[in-house]
Every structure is written in structure tokens, then in C-alpha cells.
């Protein structure tokens, strides 16, 4: 696995398409802008996106305790609802969605995971096993640099923008939207669209996760060793894919480290396409080095 | 004179060990302590037991990684996981170990509501470290 985009390249998706969308909670909530400019971009893009009818929460975090079915069964009943619907493909914008959801399906591609969790289930229809959980950065890839080109305006020409991926987008390796250490999949979209993306270090190191719940000055370290080395390699704006790197990165900035501002892929998207324009806040900071 | 000390599973005989080795599905004996797990946590500083010590207190079949603090500290990155030579999923080995003290009624992390935190760290956060 080394290159993300002949590992992306085969075609899940048809123009004009139908997409069927998984939100999960953050998108309704925190992350709600970032929701709100990727559908502007993809209806832009000439996606008609839908959202997944009776979706519920994906659990978040993955369980790793090798007994603990009850924990697939949230993730699967979402995967259930997209095969009512007819879906091959359940696209996720939020990172953590993408790592539990795509794990799930993942632990029910073994036939013997797949009865028990079948048989633990009877309210639902069987789960057939098809559904592939999909990203938004890896639908990005599957559109393809020459269509992101060509529909991309002004919006982020020659920023200079860091690709921060964290955890969930690229680890474990079976779930990798690229290569785990070396990813480029992020930095060839934002190409695409008129950035100059820059490649730091720490773009692929924790950011803390949940230990902003029980202990946040770890999270405080992190936060601010990623933003040094951001800034450091000359990033004026940073891009995530997870409300929690979102949240960490801005809620638990030390006094003192790199300003750059930290927006959501969706919105830098929607920038790029003119589908929605910069606000003046992160316009302003832009340009500001830390 | 050359002492040599054999460890294995069955020369163990820790009940304990098993149980670790069945929740995370890992092989503790395949680690021959790198410590490459160990230099690319970015919570080590935090730990009391760095992961690759973990692992070989398990290896000696010791209980005591127990009431160690270092799995509270784990953010379950897997970073460890994805780097370790001989395929060690450390992270699943962690989390074994929080499973099996809560299982136990131990629980040494306290999860405070008094700040604002989004919902899925809410959620993440009771997930790993409350039963
Ligand atoms: S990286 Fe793997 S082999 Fe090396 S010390 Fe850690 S668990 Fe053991
Ligand atoms: S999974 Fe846990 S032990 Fe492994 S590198 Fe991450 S924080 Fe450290």
C-alpha cells in the first residue's frame, strides 16, 4: 500500500449520483458547519447526497475487547439501514464515524462474526455483508484531481494549508483511507483545489482523542506540539476531518501556541468550489503566522 | 555460571495471562522488547509503566499491571499498533487490561462533567474507561 490514489481508484460512483450519507452526531451538533458546506459542495459537485433515514450513533470509539459483540451492534444496524435502502456505499464526513462504522463492517467480513451478530439482532433484516463505508476525502479521490480542478475557483489558491489526519482516518492499517505514516490522499485533494498543502510532521500523531475528558493537560501538550509543527513547517491553516481533533485543536489551545485556525475538509471544500465563502475570522487569521 | 531463565505461557500457568491474551487476541510472547511501541506514544511521559513494560510484566505473568495507570493514559491511537515489528496489537492489549480491571471494579480515572466537552469525547471517554 503506498500510493492512495491507485489503491482509491476503482469506481464506486456514478455521475450524476446518489450518495447516501451517514451524519453521526458531531455533524449535528458541533460540527454542524461542517456538515452544512459539504453538502453545499457535493450538490455543487452534482451529487445528490441523502441522508441515512433512522441512523443512530456509531459508538464512537471502536471496542478492541475481542468479546464484546453488544458493541457492533450499534454500527451495524446503521450499516442494516443502508442496505434497506439499497446502498453499496455509506458515506461518512466525520472521521470517527469512518473508523468505527468501516471497523464494524470489517469484523462482520467473517462469516462466523456475522451470523452470531445476525442472531443477536432480530428486529432488524439480516445484514448481508456489502455496505462499504466511505469518506468524504476518499469520495474526493474517487472524483478525481482533473474534476476538482476544473470545478475549483479561487477560494484557497496558494494558501498554505497542513492536511491534519489524526487517528481514526488512517489507523489500523485495514482501515486506512492511505498509507497509515505516509498519506498523501488529503494533500492531493487540496492540491486539486488550489491549495499549496503543507507536510508536517505531526500530522498523523494523537491529538489526545478523549482524554480531553480525563485529562486534558496531556491533551494541552499535544495541541500544542501539533501546532509548532504545523506553523513551524509554514501551515497557515490547518484541515481535519474529526470534530475531536476540531475540538482539541481550538478548545485546548495553550496560551501561546501557533493561531493558525483549524476548519473542517467540508468547509475548506466548499471554499475552493465558491460555493461558500471564507469567514472573515479565518480570512483575517490567514496569513498570520503563529 | 550462566543463569538462564525460560518464560512461557505454559510454564506460567497464569490464569491472568490468558484472560489478557483472549480479550485482546494478542500474543504477549511475540514481543522480544524493542520498545519501539514505547518511543513513538506520545502519552509515555504520562505513564507510570511505559507500553513495552506492560508487555513484559505480562510475559512474567504479572498481576500487578493491574493497578497500573499507564492503560488510563492510553488514548487508544494505535500508533503502537501500527508500528510494532512482531505485529503486537498493543492497543488491544491495553484496552484488555482496562476491560479486566473494570470487570473488576477498578477504576482509577474519574470522569468529571464539570467542563464543556463535545459529545463524542463524552461518549469515547465512558466507553474506555467506565464499565
Ligand atoms: S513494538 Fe512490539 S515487539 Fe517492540 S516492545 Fe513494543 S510490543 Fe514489543
Ligand atoms: S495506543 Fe496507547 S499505548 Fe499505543 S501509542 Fe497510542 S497512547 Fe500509546
Known sequence: MTNGSIQHSSPITHHPSRVLYFPGCALKDQARAYEEATLAALAALGYEVQELPRWNCCGTVYALAQDDLMRHVGPVRNLIRAQEQGAKELLTLCAMCYNTLSRSALFVQNPENLRRLNAFMDEEEDYRGEVRVLHLVQLLGEIGRGRLEKAAKEGLSGLRVGAYYGCTLLRPQEVAVDHPEQPKILEEALAALGAEPVVFPERVECCGAYLTVTKPEAVRLRVSSILLSAAQAGAELLVTACPLCHFNLTERRPLGAPKLPVVYLGEALAWALGVKSMPEAVAKAVGVRG | ?131
Not at chain 2, 555460571?1 to 487476541?25: C, K, Y
Not at chain 2, 493491574?66 to 505485529?87: D, H, I, N, Q
Request: aromatic letters at 4%; proline letters at 6%.
Open chain 2, 1 to 131: 555460571m550462566v543463569a538462564e531463565l525460560r518464560v512461557s505461557r505454559e510454564s506460567l500457568n497464569a490464569p491472568f495471562l490468558q484472560r489478557v491474551e483472549e480479550l485482546s487476541g494478542q500474543n504477549v510472547f511475540a514481543c522480544y522488547q524493542c520498545g519501539k511501541c514505547s518511543a513513538g506514544c506520545l502519552f509515555a511521559e504520562h505513564m507510570d509503566l511505559l507500553p513495552n513494560q506492560v508487555l513484559r510484566l505480562l510475559q512474567l505473568g504479572d498481576e500487578g499491571v493491574l493497578a497500573a495507570r499507564a492503560p488510563w493514559v492510553c488514548a487508544a491511537c494505535l500508533a503502537c499498533s501500527v508500528r510494532c515489528p512482531k505485529g503486537v496489537d498493543v492497543a488491544r492489549v491495553m484496552e484488555a487490561l482496562r476491560q479486566l480491571a473494570l470487570r473488576r471494579g477498578l477504576s482509577p480515572v474519574e470522569v468529571k462533567l464539570d467542563r464543556p466537552v463535545p459529545q463524542i469525547a463524552l461518549v469515547g471517554a465512558m466507553r474506555k474507561v467506565t464499565p
